[in-house]
């Protein structure tokens, strides 16, 4: 071996071994570092969290003692519980107690069966005693009748009881202080009967009895009996998160405190607050990536019962992908569906985590675990508790990404040292390696341009002619990548645009060749409208005026049209053509049509309350097969034929305001709606039919 090989030799052990020295040093420098880092941003953010929620939970604390020791809450009380006593001994009129019977079997049972899980019974449910029936049906059912579907209006205009004196001088109070400390629901229950006497947002548990009523098993109920028999003025009770049937399975919780006349105990005081306000917190309203919890961070609240208490981050950003997901993971599939139907997690999904563990021991800390999604995380947990109510607050990641700085720095420093290696053994190759660089550069930027990347940019620094046509075909590329953007976005405005003209199956159709989009459905439901009355507040208002009005009714009709799945297929005047199944399959078209139909008719309300006008809307519904396609060639719309349309346009056109569908329809709808009728209607060339008017 020659002296030039052997110094070869030496200047690479020593540049080998320095290189693999100070490469080592860094790394495991750099990983301790970065290590520290990650594990204190969750610990923080979990520490952030706790904090943030004992103040707040201590800020209800204060809220709901101060509140209960009132003179409001002593003076309401005594009245609520006498009137309420009052009520024992009167006795709804037969329809009356008719009406509040149907209200359960009709609205509240079906309703609730759409959000819980098993099949709920009207008799569990619907009051018994004289004082629950009073209430529930003056205050809830008669209200909603008059015209309110979902909740009530707080004072009943039906209500001449004494109760409904003591009602009018508290209420008012009692809204105040709910607006102002964005409670939900105040209730008053007496501690002698356990009676619900007071609710402020009357849903089905006002009145009801918290012994054995009905939701005497729920944590409001539990608490409420613990409360009973202290004898501390200032006490307080938290009723945890659950699904709250009052609300639908809505998860909800309650602070409770006694209410003092004296040394006397004479009530018990209830405010309940959503969950809303705690993910607020949790999710940093709903924005993690900026609260530095990256892709896969979040931070949740689990329950005693080991079920979230507060919204997933990964149901939020992608629900169907997530509920897939579940069903999938082992979790039960009861759980599931009852995700699926709650469209949430709350008090549903199970946490059973070694960290969820550690803090409900009281303990605070970080470790890697797997979480609920099956995925490994560095989780940082802890506890926070309220009067003797522990949960536990999460913070978590993707150990993934949690630890890809550190990768990336391995990855980084493993480079610079191989390179660095090859440089004292390769110089001579690399110094033509270099000079080659800018060319090979440039035809990678070529070939990938060529490819359709017009996002390629080329790096050359150097400042001769290699680097002047970098900068040239860098030039070029970005003036191809703003070409293409136009034209994506001119194509992209095209689509959109044939999108509002025309049903998306007859764009995938005219998008294929078939410029007429002609097709034959086979069940589809059509709705034909005619606004009634038009004309004559075209006289009274005038011609410009109705015009706007009217456009402003199309677009009010378009947007519940999106809402509810259905297609516009036209306008002319004040006719509404619309479809449903025709570019989506939908089994309950019809449903989803007379609903969209009663929708019109709740616009059309609110049109006239606003302008003092008597309009009406006279809709005719018909299911069957039709024909569509496309009239015209540059200045074309979509039009459907057949006697499903006629006949249809027939049951609206020239009749007064009302809603009337064909027997076919009706047949589909069962009892999902009530009916009038028949009906005889004269269709020209056929003989004359049966329709029927929709009542409910």
Not at 589 to 617: K, T, Y
């Amino acid at each position: 071996m020659s002296i030039q090989s052997k110094l070869i030799m030496l200047l690479l052990a020593v540049s080998l071994g320095s290189i693999a020295a100070i490469a080592w040093t860094g790394y495991t420098s750099a990983k301790a570092s970065l290590t520290k880092a990650v594990q204190e941003s969750l610990k923080g953010t979990r520490y952030a969290k706790t904090q943030t929620l004992q103040a707040m939970l201590g800020a209800l604390r204060e809220q709901v003692i101060s509140i209960s020791d009132s003179k409001l809450a002593q003076d309401s009380m005594r009245a609520f519980a006498t009137a309420y006593r009052e009520l024992n001994a009167t006795q709804l009129a037969p329809a009356e107690s008719v009406a509040l019977d149907r209200y359960y079997e009709e609205f509240y049972i079906p309703e609730l069966a759409k959000y819980v899980a098993g099949e709920p019974v009207a008799e569990q449910y619907t009051p018994r005693r004289m004082a629950e029936r009073y209430l529930q049906y003056h205050y809830i059912a008669s209200n909603r009748e008059s015209g309110n579907k979902g909740s009530t209006v707080a004072v009943s205009p039906t209500d001449r009881s004494n109760y409904a004196q003591v009602h009018a001088q508290f209420h008012e109070m009692f809204e105040r202080v709910a607006k102002i400390f964005q409670f939900q629901d105040i209730l008053l229950i007496d501690p002698e009967t356990m009676d619900i006497v007071y609710s402020y947002d009357k849903t089905t548990e006002f009145g009801t009895n918290l012994e054995n009523g009905p939701y005497s098993n729920t944590y409001l109920g539990l608490k409420a009996r613990e409360l009973r028999f202290e004898k501390d003025r200032d006490n307080y009770k938290l009723a945890d998160f659950e699904p709250y049937r009052p609300y639908f399975g809505k998860p909800m919780a309650f602070a409770l405190s006694p209410i003092f006349d004296g040394p006397d105990m004479i009530g018990i005081l209830a405010l309940q607050f959503p969950i809303d306000t705690f993910n607020k917190v949790l999710t940093g309203n709903f924005n993690w990536a900026e609260e530095g919890l990256g892709e896969t961070g979040e931070a949740y609240l689990v329950g005693p019962d080991r079920t979230m208490r507060s919204r997933s981050r990964f149901m939020y950003q992608d629900p169907k992908g997530f509920v897939q997901e579940m069903r999938t993971s082992g979790i039960s599939q009861r759980i599931v569906d009852n995700i699926e139907k709650q469209g949430s997690v709350l008090c549903l999904l199970p946490v059973n985590s070694a960290s969820v563990e550690e803090a409900f021991r009281g303990k605070t800390g970080i470790m890697e675990v797997t979480d609920y999604r099956g995925k490994k995380v560095l989780s940082a947990y802890g506890p926070i508790e309220l009067n003797s109510l522990r949960w536990a607050v999460i913070a978590e990641q993707d150990v993934s990404e949690a630890y890809a700085p550190i990768v990336s720095y391995g990855r980084r420093v493993l480079m610079i040292a191989s390179g660095t290696a090859l440089l004292a053994t390769l110089l001579a190759l690399l110094f033509a390696h270099w000079m080659t660089r800018p060319l090979r550069l440039l035809a990678d930027g070529a070939r990938r341009l060529g490819d359709g990347d017009t996002n390629v940019q080329v790096k050359i620094k150097s400042a001769d002619e290699f680097g002047l046509l970098g900068l040239i075909f860098n030039e070029m590329a970005e003036n191809i990548k703003l070409q293409k953007e136009k034209l994506e976005t001119q194509v992209r405005e095209n689509q959109e645009l044939l999108l509002n003209i025309l049903p998306a199956s007859a764009v995938a159709q005219r998008q294929e060749g078939d410029e007429r989009a002609s097709r034959e459905f086979a069940d589809v439901s059509v709705l034909f409208a005619e606004i009634v009355g038009m004309e004559e507040f075209s006289v009274k208002a005038g011609e410009s005026k109705a015009l706007s009005a009217l456009g402003d009714l199309v677009s009010a009709f378009d947007e519940a049209a999106e809402r509810s799945g259905i297609e516009k297929v036209k306008t002319i005047g004040g006719s509404y053509l619309a479809v449903c199944g025709l570019s989506v399959s939908r089994p309950d078209h019809a449903r989803r049509v007379i609903v969209f139909s009663q929708e019109m008719a709740r616009i059309i309300g609110i049109f006239n309350r606003e302008h003092g006008s008597d309009l009406g809307i006279a809709v005719g519904v018909n299911s069957g097969p039709v024909v569509g396609g496309v009239i015209g060639r540059r200045k074309f719309l979509y039009d459907l034929w057949g006697d499903t349309v006629t006949i249809a346009k027939k049951l609206a056109t020239g009749h007064e305001a009302a809603i009337r569908v064909t027997e076919p329809v009706r047949e589909r709808l069962g009892d999902q709606f009530q009916f009038d009728g028949p009906l005889r209607v004269n269709v020209e060339g056929r003989a004359p039919i049966e329709a029927w008017q929709v009542t409910g």
